[in-house]
């Protein structure tokens, strides 16, 4: 095997809990609800800050952004060089050293600050496709800053990018990833992770990951995706980013993982404490309504889908006032 360095570029989705709460003029909710509309009057605000900055690195916080940070820490051990980036709902795709603003932005359903806002059914998936599209375009003539996945991978297709992103993000970034896909070309080096079944259009990308990794890897599945993630970069001396490599290493480790977590009965709980586990997990992550029950009742917790759906929007609307 060759002693040199490998080089690794792995794309990471932001996180919901900031160090630094919403600069002025940087929570979506408080923009209209055409798309539009919001994201021409949002390029427009984030094009110029107004407020004193922070590099991305520092910005985010939470379970899942802890693993974040570990990950050259992985790289060092596993002997590669890595440059992390972020998938970010309030600034596209930006490098973990780049200064932003603190902001609330997300394509999470359930959230006031939510793309989505306003949209309905099969239109929100449509809406977060557009509003990284605009994300990701090009700002000013000739600019060279890298702002999509394609351009991205359109920098060296030898150089191996992992993306580890939640189901939703995944699903706005689709378009752009297909497209990276293709710029990298046969490298067979371009990894998708994120925990469930076979994506539709992304199958030839996307990695074995599923929450049997919760027994190996620890944690919750708040970070799973990025704890897989961090997995492969720490083992890279095994597959060397190679995609067919990668998975068999994966499904190996999966095997060994156990099975899925399974609970005999769900434990019913009050009103006060759903509340309570409620707030702890948006505190970290962007959950949907549905995404987050179910999170709960896999952590062995009882509630009916009215009467979460019900506290849910409680909690959601005492953090907006």
């Not at 792995?10 to 408080?30: I, T």
């Not at 780049?98 to 989505?116: H, Q, R």
């Not at 998975?247 to 190996?252: D, G, I, Q, T, V």
């Not at 179910?294 to 019900?310: H, K, N, P, V, W």
């Amino acid at each position: 095997m060759s002693n040199e360095r490998k080089l690794v570029r792995v794309v990471v989705g932001c996180a919901n809990r900031k160090l630094r709460p919403p600069a002025q003029g940087l929570r979506l909710g408080a923009y209209p609800t055409g798309i539009e509309a919001r994201s021409a009057q949002w390029l427009k605000r984030i094009a110029t800050p107004e407020t004193d900055t922070m590099a991305a690195h520092d910005l985010y916080m939470g379970e899942h952004w802890s693993v974040v940070k570990g990950l050259h820490e992985a790289a060092g051990q596993g002997g590669c060089d890595i440059e992390i980036w972020v998938a970010s709902a309030g600034y596209g795709l930006v490098p973990a050293e780049s200064l932003l603003e603190p902001y609330s932005a997300t394509f999470s359903p359930g959230s006031d600050d939510s793309v989505v806002q306003g949209v309905l059914g099969e239109q929100r998936s449509e809406a977060n496709r557009y509003w990284w599209e605009q994300l990701t375009k090009p700002r000013a003539a000739r600019e060279t800053n890298t702002r999509s996945l394609t351009q991205l991978a359109q920098k060296d297709p030898s150089v191996s990018i992992v993306v580890a992103l939640s189901k939703t993000y995944v699903q706005a970034v689709r378009e752009d990833l297909n497209a990276a896909s293709l710029a990298m070309g046969n490298n067979n080096n371009l990894m998708l992770v994120t925990t469930g079944g076979p994506l539709t259009h992304l199958e030839h990308i996307q990695l074995p990951c599923d929450a049997r990794f919760v027994n190996s890897l620890g944690g919750t599945r708040t970070a799973l995706n990025v704890r897989v993630a961090d997995l492969i970069v720490r083992n890279c001396q095994y597959h060397s980013f190679n995609l067919t490599k990668v998975r068999s290493f994966l499904a190996h480790s999966l095997d060994n993982s156990g099975s899925l977590p399974t609970y005999g009965h769900r434990e019913r709980k009050s009103d006060a404490v759903i509340r309570g586990l409620i707030r702890d997990r948006l505190r970290d992550h962007d959950y949907s309504r549905s995404s987050l029950l179910r999170l709960l009742r896999d952590e062995g917790f009882a509630c009916e889908q009215r009467r979460f759906s019900t506290l849910f929007d409680e909690v959601s609307d005492k953090g907006r006032q």
